[in-house]
Structure formats: C-alpha cells, structure tokens
C-alpha cells in the first residue's frame, strides 16, 4: 500500500549522499513584481525558504518515493520498454515531434501512457499525497513510459532529471532546481530516482514533481 508522504529516510542512499553540491536553486520570482509586490519575499528570504524546503522534501518522501519507484507494476513496466528495444534515436525524436505538437491529452498517444496500470499507480499516489505534483516514469532510454499527468515532452534523455539519476546505468537520487511559484506562494522540487530490476540493476528512473503547499 502507497502511504502518503511523512517518513523518513531509509535504508539506502544516505541523505548526506545526496549531491545537493550538484544542484543549482533558482527562483522563478518576477524581478518587477520583487520590486512593486509589498507582499513580496527579498532573495535572502526566498533563498533560506528553498533550502528548508529542499531539506524537508527529502526528510518527510523520499522513503515513500522508493516505495513508488520499487512497485513490481512500475519495474514490470520499465523492463517491458526496454526489453522491446525499438527505438532508434530517429525514431525517439520523431515522437517527440510528434508529442510536443499533440494539443490536450486525447490523442492515442498520449494515452497510451496515461492510461495503463504503471499510470494508475501514479494516480493512486498522487491522489495520496496532494503534494505530488505529476509523477512519471521513463525506460533506459529516457522515454516516458507512465504518467500522473501528460509531460511537456515525450524524451526526456536530454535532461539532467534523467541523465544524472540514470547516470550512465549507475542510478542515483536526483534533485532538481527549487522553482517559486508566485501564483501559489509555493516551492516546487522535482527528485528523481533509479528503478531497479531484480537483480538491482538500473533499468529506467521515475521523476516527482513536488510541491510545498501553500507558503505563507
């Protein structure tokens, strides 16, 4: 059962392991609203707010992320893609093209990943931990293979969410730029974590988009 999110880390890799030292912070705060806002935060104060709430992401869901990420359905998913082995290069980035030019989510290729039972999963834990933003699941070779909600791109391989977590076959937790997001006064992380298979390999990663709530 998927609890939500309030655990503290487990076994494995150690939050002190974790490369903070490899993670930039930005703020997606408007210079001109900082300057007119009254109710805006000063940097200092926005910059001590990311790293509490870096700090507390990591303390409260990470045990429950690898919970996620080590679902039999989750890992069955993954070792289906890859074990398809289809896609060349060419073919990935016609799909792509093809996603990103894709309006709304009724497409049959955009639900073939909405709707499958590693999808469902996603839901169910979304729908547990209202802070999940979106939540998705990508094959070794960074495309989507599940998702809580459809992704703005179909490959992800080119992006640090994937290539520092899958890190060339030797999976490690990921964690992104905190963004402020000034139209709900909150922070929002994205982690990334491997999946493994039986044997402890790492065959794909799974991304959550996590979101401080209200920030007041």
Not at 28 to 50: F, I, L, M, V
Not at 81 to 95: H, L, S, V
Not at 103 to 119: F, H, R, S
Not at 136 to 163: L, N
């Amino acid at each position: 059962m998927l609890t939500a999110c309030g655990c503290a880390p487990g076994e494995g890799q150690p939050v002190e392991s974790l490369p903070w030292n490899n993670t930039s912070f930005s703020s997606t705060r408007s210079a001109a609203n900082s300057s007119t806002d009254a109710d805006s935060e000063t940097p200092a104060q926005a910059d001590a707010g990311e790293l509490q709430f870096r700090d507390r992401v990591v303390q409260e869901c990470l045990d429950n992320l690898r919970r996620i990420a080590s679902q039999p359905v989750v890992v069955a998913a993954v070792k289906k893609t890859n074990d398809a082995n289809w896609r060349t290069q060419q073919q990935i980035d016609q799909t792509d093209l093809q996603w990103r030019q894709t309006q709304g989510v009724e497409d049959p290729l955009i639900q073939k990943y909405l709707k499958n039972p590693c999808a469902d999963l996603l839901r169910q834990a979304q729908r547990s931990n209202p802070k999940y933003m979106e939540l998705f699941v990508m094959d070794d070779k960074g495309c989507i293979v599940a998702e809580s909600d459809k992704t703005s791109d179909f490959w992800q391989g080119d992006e640090e969410k994937w290539t520092e977590c899958f890190n060339g076959g030797n999976g490690r937790i990921f964690v992104g730029d905190v963004q402020y997001d000034r139209s709900t006064r909150s922070y929002v992380v994205q982690i990334s974590l491997p999946i493994y298979n039986e044997q402890h390999a790492t065959i794909g990663a799974m991304t959550v988009s996590v979101s401080s709530g209200s920030h007041n």
